[in-house]
């Protein structure tokens, strides 16, 4: 679990502002110790400035003094000479009072000390006006100047020295509480930082305190999580089922997971540290790069190419193994690249899968060859592949008899009996013949760059070989044959459909002919276009049923007597509408549908929209829908129909469903079981063009019907024809036999009618009562 990003955040901004505000109270307790130590020094520096002064006034007192003195001693010196050299040390000691006093000016005077250096010098100027007047006078021989000189000093400069000195007194007293002063501060100051450091020193500790113990439990409690997930990353990479290799940004390898270590032979101890290229030996065959080359790209690029699905990697061993991987990177939070991770898995199973899958997609699971789809894609790709002036062939193949081996002896032995002959086929063919099975017991072969007689040759090879084919089953033997049709391809034709149209339509003329025979069609015959055109009607009726583009008619039949119980009837047909609306008769596209196995759709539709009309009509009039042989085949469109009309709703005996007697003989079980269950729901059934088939008479005993529809072909001679008269008379009478009501078709005359009513036919149908008519709704 990684720490949320948020919490980070947090984090972050937390050891921020607590590193923040320990460098500002450094900062703080650096400021304070350097100002308090600045005013320490300040005090120092005054106390010392007012000790100098105090030494020069010291020195100015001291020469005041002696200046008096030396006055005194000259005017009491009779010695001339003597004097002479006292005059000249007062001299000397006038310049150094005036020296000493510029210094003192010199070292900064406040208004105070000024103050009293500006009394002192205005009250002394008499008296060292005289003083030097007096020493003046002491110099002189007459001995009445002296007199004088010694009266000026004792009387007036003696009382005025002591002003001076009592002025320098004040100056020295005032340095001196200059210096206390300053003694006092500089105490007070220094108790004072003291504090204040002491103060500053704790809380800096306290803080670091505080925040070394926050950041030591976050410290302590990531390592727990960051031990957690490692543990978690190492658990999760050692019990999926994915290889892992991760390396530094140097290409070294790091890690692999177990499964990593089984499918590449190294073991994490041994290859740690050593380059990706030695232990993950894994070639992309389809772009021919080493994927550790690409490794190494994307660590010092921060990119590399995207591989292929076609990589393998060299074990331990040199064993060969089909893999998938995906390569990434492993960042920082700045995106920086610290390294690489490759997730691989071993698909040599799945590879083989998948070519089984592919083969399988592309051929028969019965026989191994081509399947129909993949047979169409090789044929295109041949057509475009030959030039101009090449020829082709291409066969379509119904083996001859295979129905009864299959329908006798089963589906197992139906089987056999296909992947025996296909091989068979197969060992006669040229290698660069292509063979398929294209759905039950039908075959196609594509005879490239082969003149047609040659292609001849080749097919009556197969049929030889399929003749003496005997197969065995048990203890039964069967022969087959081969109905094959063959189409020439010349190089400018380029379109599978049609050729496979016209090779399947040379089949079916090679079956109508007898079978067991090669039928040759060129591209361009007849019979090939009519089959042509007739599975463009495919596509056409596909789209009217998209489209809802069929239309129902209705005809009638009507009772030939005023007998309660025959209620009427109206036969439906359909109709199909082209894109412009007109209407397309049913014999131009029913011969196509039921070529191609339309009619259960076709028919589906019209009992669809038949119970859609029963549901708007409030008469009694019964509705006769026609179905075709290949839908009573059809067990899915049975079913259909039957939940169709049970869940519709209706009164279901104004229902008639009308089977040909070809489509019944046909399909015999399934017509009675189909007509059985139509009976049980309330529905008639019916049985049309009866007397056309051969055995009439020797099924129709069993067939759960009640109308018998009586074939036009003998109604309408009825007139001119005894035989047909008496074939009419003789399926009327087995009717009332068996309990039956008679319809007959093709009434399209009063004689043929009033012949009808006079054999007590009940009903009667044809264009004498009305043609064809749309139905309205």
């Not at 290799?245 to 990593?260: K, M, Q, S």
């Not at 009619?599 to 509705?623: A, F, N």
């Not at 399909?667 to 009976?679: D, G, K, T, V």
Request: aromatic fraction near 8%; proline fraction near 3%; charged fraction near 25%.
């Amino acid at each position: 679990m990684r720490i949320p990003i948020k919490r980070k955040s947090q984090l972050i901004y937390i050891l921020i502002l607590a590193f923040g505000f320990l460098i500002v109270l450094l900062s703080f307790y650096a400021y304070t110790s350097i100002e308090n130590a600045t005013i320490s020094y300040q005090k120092v520096e005054g106390s010392r400035d007012a000790s100098d002064k105090m030494e020069l006034i010291v020195q100015l007192i001291e020469i005041a003094r002696t200046r008096t003195r030396l006055t005194l001693e000259m005017i009491y010196e009779d010695d001339s000479f003597i004097k002479d050299e006292i005059g000249l040390q007062l001299d000397i000691y006038a310049s150094r009072f005036i020296q000493m006093k510029t210094q003192l000016t010199n070292l900064g005077l406040n208004p105070e000390e000024r103050a009293i250096l500006d009394e002192q010098a205005n009250s002394i100027a008499p008296t060292l006006a005289l003083q030097r007047k007096a020493a003046e006078m002491a110099l002189s021989d007459d001995p009445r100047v002296v007199q004088e000189a010694r009266k000026i000093l004792i009387g007036q400069v003696y009382s005025g020295q002591g002003v001076i000195i009592d002025y320098f007194m004040e100056l020295l007293n005032y340095q001196k509480s200059l210096i206390d002063k300053s003694y006092s501060d500089a105490k007070y100051q220094y108790t004072y930082a003291k504090q204040l450091e002491l103060t500053l020193y704790a809380v800096i500790l306290i803080s670091a305190l505080i925040v070394s113990f926050y950041v030591t439990r976050r410290i302590i409690f990531i390592e727990k999580e960051l031990f957690v997930e490692k543990e978690k990353a190492q658990i999760t990479l050692k019990s999926i089922g994915d290889a892992v290799i991760t390396t530094d940004r140097e290409g070294l390898v790091d890690y692999l997971n177990p499964v990593a270590e089984k499918i590449t032979g190294h073991i994490t101890h041994d290859v740690k540290g050593h380059s990706i290229s030695e232990v993950f030996k894994a070639y992309d065959t389809t772009n021919d790069t080493w994927m550790a080359d690409s490794i190494n790209e994307l660590l010092h690029k921060g990119d590399y190419s995207m591989p292929s699905s076609d990589i393998v990697l060299y074990d331990a061993d040199e064993n060969s193994i089909d893999i998938a991987l995906i390569i990434a990177p492993i960042q920082s939070e700045s995106h920086t690249v610290l390294g690489s991770i490759t997730t691989f898995q071993d698909i040599t199973k799945e590879k083989v899968m998948a070519k089984h899958i592919e083969h399988q997609a592309r051929h028969d699971a019965l026989t191994g060859l081509l399947n129909r789809r993949e047979f169409e894609i090789k044929v295109e790709q041949s057509l475009k592949l030959y030039s101009e002036g090449t020829s082709h062939a291409l066969c379509v193949m119904d083996l001859d008899r295979f129905k009864i081996v299959n329908d006798t002896m089963g589906h197992a032995a139906g089987d056999e009996l296909l992947r025996q002959i296909s091989q068979r086929i197969k060992s006669v063919l040229r290698q660069t013949d292509l063979f398929a099975r294209i759905g039950g017991d039908e075959f196609a072969l594509f005879l490239s760059n082969v003149v047609t007689i040659d292609a001849q040759r080749i097919t009556e090879k197969i049929l030889n070989v399929v003749r003496e084919y005997q197969f065995l089953w048990g203890d039964k033997a069967f022969r087959i044959g081969a109905s094959i049709g063959l189409v020439d391809a010349p190089a400018q034709v380029s379109n599978y459909e049609n050729l496979y149209h016209a090779a399947d339509t040379a089949c079916y003329m090679a079956k109508h002919e007898g079978r067991d025979r090669v039928h040759v069609v060129t591209y361009d015959d007849e019979n090939v276009t009519e089959k042509r055109e007739q599975t463009q009607w495919v596509n056409r009726i596909n789209e009217a049923l998209d489209d809802d583009r069929f239309t129902l008619y209705e005809q009638d039949i009507c009772p030939l007597s005023d007998n309660p119980a025959l209620k009427p009837h109206k036969e439906v047909l359909i109709r199909m509408l082209s894109e412009q609306g007109d209407v397309i008769p049913p014999m131009a596209f029913i011969p196509p549908a039921e070529r191609y196995n339309l009619m259960p759709k076709l028919d589906r539709w019209v009992v669809e929209h038949v119970i859609k009309q029963v549901k708007g009509d409030d008469s009694e009039t019964i509705y006769a829908i026609n179905l075709s042989g290949q839908s009573m085949a059809d067990n899915q469109f049975t079913r259909d129909v039957l939940k169709v009309i049970d869940e519709s709703k209706i009164h279901n005996e104004r229902l008639c469903f009308e089977i040909t007697e070809t489509a019944a003989i046909s399909n015999l079980e399934n017509a009675r079981e189909f007509l059985s269950e139509l009976q049980k729901l309330g529905c008639y059934t019916a049985l049309d063009d009866f007397g056309s088939g051969l055995s009439s008479f020797a099924y129709l005993r069993t067939m759960p019907i009640n109308y018998l529809k009586i074939d036009g072909m003998f109604v309408r001679q009825i007139v001119e024809d005894p035989t047909s008269r008496v074939m009419v008379e003789a399926i009327h009478a087995i009717g009332r036999t068996m309990n039956l009501k008679t319809i007959a078709e093709f009434v399209e005359d009063e004689g043929i009618k009033n012949e009808l009513i006079n054999m007590g036919i009940d009903y009667a149908q044809g264009y004498y009562f009305g043609a064809p008519k749309p139905m309205l709704p």
